[in-house]
């Protein structure tokens, strides 16, 4: 259920923004261009505008497809398999970008499966 001070967040930041710009363009103006303050200007207000991004819209970071798959899923699918990730990890021969041999060390890993059987007949590998 929304309420009226669920909008909030986002008319406080855009008031907050219009109050920068009138900020900044002041500064900009009455130190005759110069473009040095109004850079160690910028920077803070590009924390502050992350910041406020992080604490009151959190969810733009989440992936909708993949929470809505997984809603679906749940009604629609079982799961009949899980295959766990591996994590290998050596060192062996290599060339140098001069064409010399050296040793090198080597990474491979895979992530951890789920095999979900669906009522559409269809079977999905899902990498968790």
């Known amino acids: 259920m929304s309420s009226a001070f669920s909008v909030l967040p986002g ?6 923004v219009a109050f920068i710009l009138l900020i900044i363009a002041k500064v900009f103006i009455s130190s005759g261009g110069d473009w040095s ?12 505008a992350v910041v406020w991004v992080c ?3 959190p969810d733009i970071f989440e992936d909708k497809q993949a929470i809505a798959w997984h809603e679906w899923a749940t009604d629609h699918c079982k799961i009949t398999e899980r295959v766990d990730g591996d ?3 050596g060192v062996g021969l290599g060339l140098s970008m001069k064409g010399k041999p050296m040793l090198a060390h080597f990474n491979s890993s895979t992530s951890d499966k789920t095999l979900y059987e669906c009522d559409d007949g269809v079977k999905y590998w899902r990498n968790e």
Do not use: A, N, Q, T
């Open 11 to 16: 008319f406080m930041g855009f008031i907050f």
């Open 37 to 48: 303050s109004l850079v160690v200007m910028i920077i803070p207000l590009i924390v502050i």
């Open 55 to 57: 604490l009151f819209h």
């Open 87 to 89: 994590k290998s990890e």
